[in-house]
C-alpha cells in the first residue's frame, strides 16, 4: 500500500536545499541529455559546474533545462522535486564567485559525508581548472517552474 | 588528484547489468523531462514501467530517450553510463509479461536490499495496476549507442 502526494513550493524548496546531488537533462536538435551533478541551491536558482563539452554545447543552444533531484529513504517512502529554468553562465566576477563558494561549501559536504579526507573537495580555485583543454563553465539555472511529489509507504 | 577513463562496451553493458536504479530523460517540443527509474536490462534493451501521463505522452511524441546510470563508490570514484535508444510499449502479451517479470524481479531485490519485508514489492499482477485513472505502461528502449566513464580519485 502507498500513498502519493503533492509537494508544495515550500516543501519543494526545502528538499533541493536539503540535497546536493541531482540529475540534470538538457536537450537540443531532439536529442536529450542526462547527467549527475552536485549543485548548490540559492535564491529560486541552481548552481553548478561542468566543463566545456557536448553538454555545455547543447545547453549553449537551448538554455531550457531541467533538474530532479530525490531524498530516497526506503522502506519509508521518497520525495522528488523536477524543477525547469533557464541555463546561464556565471562571467560576471562577483557572481562566478559567489558561484564558486556556494558549489565548493557543497563539494566539501558532499567528501565529508562519503568519508573522504577534506583535502580531497575542490576549492574554489580548483573549480576553474581546466581539464583536458576543456575550461570550466560555472553557470546556474534561474528557475521557473518546479513540481514535487511524495510516496509514502505503510 | 583524479584518472579519468572511458568505458568499453563491456564494462557498460556490465554497470547497466549490475544497476537497476537510473534516470531518464526525454523530450518534446523543446521542453525536456528527468525521472528516476527502476529498470532491468536484458539483451541490448531497458525495461522500465510507469502509468499514463506527461511523461508517456512526450515519448509517444518522441521516443528517442536516454538513460543515465552511475554508480558510486566513494572516496574511491565514480563510474557512469549513459544510453540512447528507441521508446517501444510492450503490448505483444509474450513480450509484456517478460518484461514485467525481469522488472518484478528487480524490484524485488531493491526493496529487499532496502530492508523492507518482501510481500512490499510489487509483484507481476501489480505492475498492471491502474493509479488514479492512468493505466501501466510496460516499455522498453532498445539502445543504439552508449558511453560510459569512470573517474578514480587517489
Known sequence: MHISSTLNPDEC???????????LGCT????VYVLPVTYAYKNNAIYAYTHEGKKVDMMRKNPNVCLQVEKV????????????????????P????????????????????????????????????VIEGRPAVVYRINIDRMTGKRRTFG
Do not use: N
Open 13 to 23: 524548496r526545502t528538499l533541493l536545499e536539503s540535497e546536493r546531488y541531482g540529475h
Open 28 to 31: 537540443a536538435d531532439g536529442d
Open 73 to 92: 529513504d526506503m522502506p519509508k517512502g521518497w520525495e522528488s522535486v523536477i524543477c525547469w529554468g533557464v541555463y546561464e553562465e556565471l562571467t560576471d
Open 94 to 129: 562577483a557572481q562566478l564567485k559567489e558561484g564558486q563558494f556556494l558549489l565548493a561549501e557543497r563539494f566539501a559536504e558532499q567528501w565529508k559525508e562519503r568519508g573522504a579526507i577534506t583535502t580531497f573537495s575542490p576549492l574554489v580555485e580548483d573549480l576553474s581548472e
